[in-house]
């Protein structure tokens, strides 16, 4: 097998894609294959709301990036057995889930460039549906029958729990800091990347150092992507992002370059952003007059330094293991997720 060469130099964002994507394609393509085919058994049902939601969302797409690393992780730790596809399957229904609550919560009127599940069918069915998934990843988690995998999960998905009731407490009384912010990500978004990594570790077999290495692997990789992630929200192509520019704003969201960018500037500048995100929806102008604040006193340069610190630390993590295709692989993921521009 002939993989294509890793960067050498810093690409453009769709080359790096378009490398990634051959990478994966080469390395693990059936059992990507193989999870979409078990996610389509997972959302069947005899009920045809959740059975047309389910393939309206399924058939959405995304980037798949939690099965990804699982499968990488169980690799590199040397497995490449039936399980990692069944658990590929459990991670991404719950991600999806956890993406349903999130648009209900939110009020976010698009999903992937589509119009979310809550706009087409209304926030009941959204809810009712997120938790269908849920029951059905845990199902599959039960069948597999490893304590130390249902431990991993059950730990992260209660920390992701405790991180949004978090975020959404500092938004109710507007004082969001660094701090704060790193904490709700990494709860949020990080500890449940960082499970898929141990969980592929886990299967491999993989013990102390090792171990520990692809879970702390997972929690800087999901860092930097949900640093990454919240700087385009400000400078992204809204026709790749699939959503639009400024939704975090609308939200009432404070991500770091916000933090940042209101920690630089005037007074003046800072007590008027403040009352607009506390008191209303700010308006489409009100959303562009921040948006411009943020690129002017470098709030977006600010979030991605630190997110190209945080997928540095995540190659650095990988030094337990040998030098192969597998480690190489997660090392560009780590170039992907703060290289991206959608």
Known sequence: MTLPAPPQAPRSPTALETLLKERVGLLIG???????????????????????????????GGKR???ILLLMAARLAGYTGPRAVRLGCVVELLH????????????????????????????????????????????????D??????????????????????????????????ADYLRI???????????CCRIGALLGGAAGARLEALTRYGLDIGIAFQ??????????????????IGADLKEGKRTLPLIAALDRAAPAERERIQATLGSRVP???????IRALVVRYEGVDYALERARAYAQMAKEDLGPFADS??????????????????
């Open 185 to 195: 990500i990494t709860q949020k978004t990080a500890s449940f990347i960082s499970a």
């Open 30 to 60: 059936p059992e990507l294959a193989a999870i979409e085919a078990e996610i389509a058994g997972a959302i069947d049902s005899p009920v045809g709301l959740i059975r047309e939601m389910g393939e309206f969302i399924a058939g959405a």
């Open 65 to 67: 990036l939690r099965p």
């Open 96 to 143: 999806t889930a956890t993406l349903i609550h999130d648009d209900v919560v939110d009020q976010a009127p698009l999903r992937r460039g589509r119009p979310s599940a809550n706009a087409r069918w209304g926030d009941d069915a959204s809810v009712l549906v997120g938790d269908h998934l849920y029951s059905k990843s845990f199902a599959l988690m039960v069948r």
């Open 325 to 342: 295709e597998d480690r190489e692989t997660l090392a560009l993921i780590a170039d992907f997720v703060v290289g991206r521009d959608r």
């Open 283 to 289: 308006s489409p102008a009100e959303v562009e007059e």
């Open 227 to 244: 640093l990454a992630d919240d700087s385009l929200d400000f400078v992204a192509d809204e026709a790749r992002l699939g959503k639009a």
């Open 145 to 178: 029958g490893d304590p130390a995998v249902l431990d991993t999960l059950a730990r992260a998905t209660v920390s992701m729990t405790e991180a949004e009731v978090l975020q959404l407490e500092r938004k109710r009384n507007g004082t969001t800091t660094e």
